[in-house]
């Protein structure tokens, strides 16, 4: 893209709304106390400094979340990460749902979210809408999709990507003509011979440099660009869904285009995913790369000191601040915050959320007396294939494993999902215990 296209693009004309999601069932228990954008993510961040981070290094600073459950912890995050100049224009605000004199029910969707907010965002001076979805795990630059949104004169325009035949069916596919031009919209497609329909041609193939022999679809990535009037025309009735019922009709009567996108993405909206991409972190080349400057993901500052490791063997890890790492062996771990770990353990692909506080000694000496374990992962544990929430206090002599387990488990001290075990927040495992 030529810097005549860039500067000709007003960036203040643009107004992001990322959405916060609903109750996030997916990534339960990590959602039971917080929204799913304030999930901690790769050891330091929340999974809403993505987005945001996209936003702002787009050169876009005006930013609304929408959310409505369990939102305290992704407010406390908001107000202490994102502080804009007073003298700016820019800033990033939540936007909870509320109960007003016109309307006493949540969000309904993700088209109903933005219909109950719009005489807000329409005291705004924009011309385009940027609407992103707030669990995801990409790198993108959001002016590029806006300067061919111009060029094609697009009413609307949604960000895709190829996926496979399994991934497919999970997603919304679409087809497009050689102009990008969308033609057909399906939610979900689970017949193969709806799919086998659906599949990108040899010709579109060629066209996007995907090699040959590759069985690909057109996934929506949950990203949409509206023109200001257009989003006001399509939000002028009950439906309630972009994705199940704005977008399919929208095809029919305005120009709505795709924006191809070819880098990595993840949806990190299941425990199963989150997990994963959080491991891929710590493979010497990893799929998402936090160590690019060009365009780093942004997250709250702290005051912490540089982790201590006592002896301990580590093997391909991302270590976050603050931790204190005695002489255990730990292999593709994240650890995340204030994370102490003792002697003797052994950790093998474990994703630690790690700790708000570090815990003084009164309170260790006093939980001792009482039997109980002090915060952090005390010593010769064995922890395997786990996720281990914030604050949990997981004693001496603890083995965790999904092995032989059922995929899914509730037990009042842990949860299995997806063969994975969660240590939710706050949660206690005494010492001896076998999970």
Not at 48 to 57: A, K
Not at 311 to 325: E, N
Not at 333 to 345: A, F, H, K, Y
Request: aromatic residues 8%; proline residues 4%.
């Amino acid at each position: 893209m030529s810097q005549t296209g860039r500067q000709s693009l007003n960036l203040s004309k643009v107004l992001c709304v990322i959405m916060g999601g609903g109750q996030g069932t997916r990534l339960f228990p990590l959602t039971k106390d917080r929204a799913k954008p304030a999930v901690p993510l790769a050891g330091k961040y929340r999974i809403v400094d993505i987005p945001i981070s996209n936003c702002i290094n787009s050169r876009f600073r005006r930013i609304y979340i929408l959310t409505q459950f369990n939102s305290t912890s992704l407010h406390g995050h908001i107000s202490r990460t994102y502080k804009f100049d007073q003298f700016s224009s820019g800033f990033v605000e939540i936007l909870a749902a509320q109960q007003t004199l016109n309307n006493n029910s949540w969000y309904e969707g993700t088209a109903d979210a933005v219909r109950k907010n719009l005489v807000h965002f329409l005291n705004h001076d924009f011309d385009y809408l940027l609407i992103l979805s707030g669990d995801q795990l990409y790198r993108m630059d959001f002016q590029e999709v806006i300067e061919q949104h111009r060029e094609t004169g697009a009413d609307i325009t949604i960000a895709t990507i190829p996926v496979n035949r399994n991934e497919a069916k999970a997603c919304g596919i679409l087809q497009m003509d050689s102009e990008k031009r969308i033609t057909n919209f399906v939610e979900k497609p689970k017949e193969d011979a709806l799919l086998d329909s659906l599949k990108i041609t040899s010709a579109m193939n060629a066209q996007l440099a995907i090699p040959n022999g590759n069985e690909s679809f057109l996934a929506s990535m949950g990203i949409y660009v509206f023109n200001r009037n257009v989003v006001t025309e399509l939000l002028d009735n009950p439906l309630s869904d972009f994705g199940k019922h704005i977008i399919p009709a929208a095809i029919k009567s305005h120009r709505v285009f795709s924006y191809v996108y070819q880098g990595y993405w993840e949806d990190i909206g299941t425990i199963r995913n989150f997990f994963e991409a959080n491991l891929d972190l710590v493979s010497e080349l990893p799929r998402f790369n936090f160590f690019d400057m060009s365009a780093p993901i942004f997250s709250r500052p702290r005051f912490l000191p540089g982790s201590k490791i006592n002896g301990a063997q580590i093997d391909h890890a991302v270590i976050s601040d603050g931790c204190i790492i005695n002489r255990a062996r730990i292999s593709n771990p994240i650890v995340g915050l204030r994370t102490i770990i003792g002697d003797g353990t052994e950790l093998n692909r474990v994703v630690t959320l790690g700790s708000d506080y570090y815990e003084s000694a009164e309170s260790v000496a006093r939980h001792e007396s009482e039997g109980r374990p002090r915060v952090g992962i005390g010593a010769h544990c064995k922890i395997e294939n786990a996720i281990i929430d914030k604050n949990a206090r997981i004693g001496n002599n603890v083995t965790i494993s999904p092995a032989g387990k059922p995929e899914n488990v509730d037990h009042e001290r842990y949860f299995i999902r997806d063969g994975i075990v969660i240590i939710p927040k706050d949660a206690v495992i005494p010492h001896g215990m076998v999970i």
